[in-house]
């Protein structure tokens, strides 16, 4: 089955800075990576996602890279603010013709905003 | 529109206790997903449906977890007996039959077995 690896699992950025979260998977015939945002005590929430067919995509200030070949993609954050601090999950799966495969997720990057 | 809907937001019981987790998901969404999240970690996928039926429980214990969704809407997990590496949140999603379609999630059954 599909193994996904997250680093790092803490990153901690001055306010202001960038942050970058780097995700690899295992199961060449994933073609769908979203990453989630989950803050203490509340449930995952989407971000922003790519597929497989993309290289790149943005949305304000996040964006994402998807690098097929070497089987990583990664979460970049700019002009970070205090309300980004939380936990940061990247996720891959794959379709099958009649919808998506279940995710399967990296054990997430906890991301602390320094003021 | 009204998103994923779990209960009880909290259980806590003894080990061999048994215990179950309702989730209704977004009206239209075929697809429904249980999810166990240890304390540190990513959600780990217990099981798969799509409308009344199983995609995927590989990861399923089935010894002890079961899981099923009457009807192609509302879905139940029991755990009987349950242990203490059981604690957990566990989260219910769901999404459309479509190619990449998001998954949603409700806000989880924070489960202590003590």
């Known amino acids: 089955g599909e193994n996904v690896e997250q680093h790092p699992s803490t990153l901690s950025v001055q306010e202001g800075d960038s942050a970058v979260i780097k995700c690899t998977y295992s199961?060449?015939?994933?073609?769908?990576f979203p990453w989630y945002k989950q803050e203490l005590g509340k449930r995952p929430q989407l971000i922003i996602d790519?597929?497989?067919?993309?290289g790149e995509k943005k949305d304000q200030r996040i964006a994402v890279t998807l690098n097929k070949t070497a089987k990583h993609f990664s979460l970049h954050i700019t002009e970070t603010q205090p309300e980004d601090s939380a936990v940061y999950f990247c996720?891959?799966?794959?379709?099958?013709?009649?919808?998506?495969?279940?995710?399967?997720f990296g054990k997430g990057t906890h991301l602390i905003i320094q003021p | 529109e009204a998103g994923v809907a779990q209960s009880p937001r909290y259980k806590i019981i003894e080990k061999r206790q048994s215990v179950a987790f309702w989730c209704n998901p977004i009206?239209?969404?075929?697809?429904l997903y249980w999810y166990q999240q240890i304390l540190g970690q990513g959600p780990k996928l217990l099981i798969q449906?799509?409308?009344?039926?199983?995609?995927?429980d590989s990861q399923l214990p089935k010894d002890r977890f079961s899981a099923e969704r009457l009807k192609g809407v509302d879905s139940t997990l029991k755990i009987q007996p349950a242990k203490l590496e059981d604690s957990a949140v566990y989260l219910c999603?769901?999404?459309?039959?479509?190619?990449?379609?998001?998954?949603?999630f409700g806000n989880g059954t924070r489960l202590t077995v003590t």
């Open positions: 009206s239209g969404h075929a697809t």
């Open positions: 996720a891959a799966s794959k379709t099958s013709g009649g919808g998506a495969d279940g995710l399967t």
């Open positions: 449906f799509q409308n009344n039926g199983v995609v995927d």
């Open positions: 999603a769901s999404s459309l039959v479509i190619d990449n379609s998001p998954l949603h």
């Open positions: 790519i597929r497989s067919n993309v």
């Open positions: 199961d060449s015939a994933s073609n769908y």
